[in-house]
């Protein structure tokens, strides 16, 4: 359906070229100041440049020519303002075409294209924290988002599964247990099914591992020589690894499933390992790659940037791989397996500069063509109150799960204070409530800024906050059960003809309020996608949960006697609901029953 405010603007600009001005001119807005209007138009006044005229007399005229069959006011305000507001009945009518519509209006932007969404990015063996949070709620949101657009969305975890930490945690446990087979050189048999640990074990192995590579440097030295043996394919280390894999790969499905998250590929660093030869050996016969003090670099500068941007290094001087040369083998990869139209990328915007690099020598190096789409959507980090990134309480890193749990108790305890319910149910509610508040108090933020960790308010049944929304949704739902009990199925119809167009009913300040702020679902959608901002969503159902509340306390729903009236709010605020539950999916949270 086409958005509202495109077809105002299509009525404008009819009058502007009846008059005689060019069509452009008859571009509507949303109002700046919606205490006079919803809608406005500034044309006039840029016309008047053209055409010599004052802007006030432009207007008039244009307010004068203009059809207004779907204005219940118009008019021309000086300097030359046309202000609008849509004629509720005429809304009414555009929300039952709404209702009736497939994505309630919305058309899919989407060119069927193939997206690659890269997110979540753990590391194996490390558990996960906070910095990992906001990769796998914006990433989520992003791939609903583009799939609803009509695209085929390919979400990719990308398991950091090849670095250090292999080597740290191998060399660990032969400290450990040196009895292990895969420390005994003269091994010939089989290589137990059974991991030697279990991932409790394991999460304790990492840091031990970590903490004392950093104060014994012969410990580290040895961890380097495992990495690089195990890189080379040693078969005991390759048997170790893929214990570790295994073992920490059922851990983050775990953690990523409590988060609502799912990825459609659990590939990793080490999937694109075999590409890695071919593509450094073409990309020095081709002349993209130059010898720089023993390290193989792909220059990226461009003569229009604005700073020095460093070479993209895709061999260190003693042979290894890096960061980028991983990122751009896994580009090969995922041409030849998926072919995607366009990537995107979802990580800590601190990877910035590596992802330009990569991007820049990608095309360069002819890995993608040169139009290729390839995004980076870099998100800002999570603070506590301090304004540093967000810790425990003693200052440790802060493990996702506890997190969560944290923040669950936080919401059970405001669901179960001053009324009984069974425990087992307000859990239930719980979890659902509080992964609501974790992924709007993200996503409610634009992407690329910080922001404060701050529980309590996350968590509040009121203002801006994911419980706030989930509250009134819980609210229509209740009302809806309620009507249904009295007086059985509603005819779902939002504007009952009444006796032609122009006698209509009364329609309230809140009720009309409510409306256009459902009509402009389409819009907001369109919009969330082209940016690839969630928090536009966000913001648009805040203002829905805001409508609708005062819609509810202007008017008492159950108790409306004009039974026609009464349901037509409940087929408004059942499309509401909808409008709502379709927003919230695609910021990856669901409403429950009653809260
Ligand atoms: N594992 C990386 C990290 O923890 C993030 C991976 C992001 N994705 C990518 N293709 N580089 O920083």
Redesign the pocket.
């Known amino acids: 359906m086409r958005t509202l405010i495109d077809i105002i603007s299509e009525e404008l600009k009819q009058a502007f070229t009846a008059c005689g001005y060019a069509e452009k001119y008859g571009q509507a807005a949303v109002s700046n100041r919606p205490d006079l209007c919803q809608y406005q138009c500034n044309g006039a006044m840029a016309a008047a440049k053209e055409y010599k005229k004052a802007p006030i007399m432009i207007a008039q005229e244009v307010v004068a020519a203009l059809d207004k069959k779907k204005f219940s006011e118009v008019t021309a305000i000086a300097p030359g303002f046309i202000n609008i507001k849509v004629c509720p009945y005429y809304l009414t009518l555009y929300l039952e075409d709404m209702a009736k519509a497939e994505k309630y209006g919305y058309e899919e932007q989407g060119r069927g294209e193939k997206i690659i969404v890269?997110y979540g990015?753990?590391?194996v063996a490390k558990p996960l924290h906070i910095?990992?949070l906001r990769?796998a709620v914006i990433g989520e949101s992003i791939k609903r988002i583009c799939r609803f657009a009509g695209n085929e969305v390919i979400g990719d975890v990308?398991?950091?599964d090849w670095g250090l930490q292999m080597g740290l945690i191998i060399e660990e446990l032969k400290e450990r247990k040196p009895e292990l087979c895969y420390f005994n050189e003269s091994f010939t048999g089989e290589y137990p099914a059974e991991a030697p640990f279990t991932i409790s074990e394991l999460e304790e192995i990492y840091p031990c591992a970590s903490g004392k590579s950093k104060v014994d440097e012969e410990f580290k030295e040895r961890a380097h020589t495992a990495t690089a043996k195990l890189q080379e394919g040693y078969a005991p280390y390759i048997a170790l690894w893929k214990h570790i894999l295994r073992v920490s790969v059922e851990d983050l499905k775990r953690n990523y499933e409590n988060l609502d998250v799912s990825f459609d590929l659990w590939l990793g660093e080490s999937d694109a390992q075999p590409y890695i030869p071919a593509m450094i050996d073409d990309m020095v016969e081709k002349g993209y790659a130059r010898e720089s003090m023993g390290a193989l670099v792909v220059d990226i500068a461009e003569e229009t940037d604005t700073k020095e941007l460093p070479p993209c290094i895709v061999r260190k001087s003693d042979g290894a791989a890096l960061?980028e040369t991983?990122?751009l083998a896994?580009i090969i990869q995922r041409e030849k397996d998926y072919g995607p139209d366009r990537y995107i990328?979802v990580?800590?915007k601190r990877?910035e500069l590596?992802f330009v690099q990569v991007f820049r020598a990608a095309k360069k190096c002819g890995l993608v063509s040169a139009d290729k789409e390839l995004t980076f959507l870099g998100f800002g980090t999570v603070n506590g109150k301090d304004g540093k990134p967000f810790k425990t309480r003693d200052g440790g890193v802060m493990r996702l799960e506890n997190l969560i749990s944290g923040v669950n108790e936080e919401v059970f305890n405001k669901v179960m204070s001053g009324r009984e319910m069974p425990e087992d149910e307000a859990r239930a509610i719980a979890k659902t409530v509080g992964l609501a508040a974790l992924k709007y108090a993200d996503l409610s933020n634009q992407i690329a800024k910080d922001y404060i960790f701050d529980i309590d308010r996350f968590t509040s049944f009121e203002g801006n906050t994911g419980p706030y929304i989930l509250y009134t949704m819980v609210r229509i739902k209740s009302i809806l059960t309620k009507y249904a009990e009295m007086a059985g199925a509603a005819d779902g119809v939002i504007a009952h003809p009444y006796s032609g167009e122009s006698e209509t009913r009364e329609y309230g300040a809140a009720e009309t309020d409510l409306m256009l702020t459902a009509a402009k679902f389409n819009d907001v959608v369109a919009k969330t996608y082209e940016e690839m901002a969630p928090h536009k969503l966000c913001q648009y159902i805040y203002e829905m949960a805001n409508a609708f509340n005062s819609f509810y306390h202007n008017n008492k729903i159950m108790g409306e006697e004009d039974r026609k009236k009464q349901s037509e709010w409940i087929a408004l605020i059942t499309l509401v609901l909808k409008l709502l539950e379709t927003c919230i999916d695609l910021l990856g949270f669901e409403a429950p029953e009653r809260m």
Do not use: E, K, R
Request: glycine share 16%; hydrophobic share 10%.
């Open positions: 890269d990015g753990p590391n910095g990992h990769s990308h398991l950091g960061y991983t990122d896994t990328y990580v800590d990877q590596h």
